[in-house]
């Protein structure tokens, strides 16, 4: 089976400019969650959405909003970039069902603002 | 707000021996607590998960201590080689809410 797939693996952004990032979840799964990770952190949770409800939102700007589509698949969205906003954005997903919170990983996007 | 702290400095030790990565937290002690594995440039890859009222868990060569009296959980790798040189992260889950709460992480180096 294919694990989650995140789409760009790279990407160059300037300042004001906005992004998208894409992410498709483990067949299965049905939550999907996003994390921030700059360089030398560990991964910050931005969003988690499940049944394209958002169930969870971290500690970050309105800047940065995300949707869930019907086919569980997911977008990030950050608008008007600083460039504090460069990290490596992992999308990871969660099987149903499951009291534990035990998430799969994609490789992530790597954000470079300049 | 909930403070997770693993050591910062690289840990390097020779193949063969225990590896032991200290993951420490303030304030209300988890549900859960889980450590992932990360290589440069990779995302996470979970290894082995915790429950508050569970002292210990072993896989293969990894085990897991939780004391939630210390706040403290340990992570050992027995027989360690070269393949496990990574970024060994620590999370916390509370109940009611699927994020994790990452440490920082800490860099293990097996030298053979």
């Known amino acids: 089976d294919a694990g989650v797939t995140q789409s760009p693996t790279h990407l160059i952004k300037t300042r004001g400019q906005q992004v998208t990032l894409r992410c498709s979840p483990i067949s299965g799964h049905k939550s999907v969650s996003w994390y921030q990770q700059v360089l030398g952190q560990g991964p910050q949770f931005i969003f988690q959405y499940y049944e394209k409800e958002e169930r969870g939102r971290g500690n970050f700007p309105d800047r940065f909003s995300a949707r869930q589509f019907p086919n569980y698949s997911s977008e990030l969205n950050v608008n008007a970039l600083l460039l504090g906003d460069s990290a490596l954005y992992l999308c990871?997903?969660?099987?149903?069902?499951?009291?534990?919170?035990?998430?799969?990983f994609g490789e992530g996007s790597r954000l470079t603002v300049l | 707000s909930q403070k997770i702290e693993q050591n910062s400095e690289a840990l390097n030790i020779q193949e063969g021996k225990t590896a032991t990565l200290t993951c420490n937290y303030t304030n209300y002690s988890p549900a859960y607590l889980q450590w992932y594995r990360q290589d440069p440039g990779r995302g996470p890859v979970f290894l082995l998960l915790?429950?508050?009222?569970?002292k210990e868990k072993r896989k293969e060569r990894l085990k897991v201590t939780f004391d939630t009296t210390l706040k403290q959980s340990l992570f050992h790798i027995t027989a360690s080689q070269p393949a496990d040189s990574a970024t060994y992260l620590c999370?916390?889950?509370?109940?009611?809410?699927?994020?994790?709460?990452f440490g920082s992480g800490t860099r293990l180096q097996v030298q053979p």
């Open positions: 990871a997903s969660s099987h149903p069902g499951r009291d534990t919170g035990e998430l799969f």
């Open positions: 915790i429950r508050e009222n569970e």
């Open positions: 999370a916390l889950e509370y109940t009611g809410r699927r994020a994790l709460t």
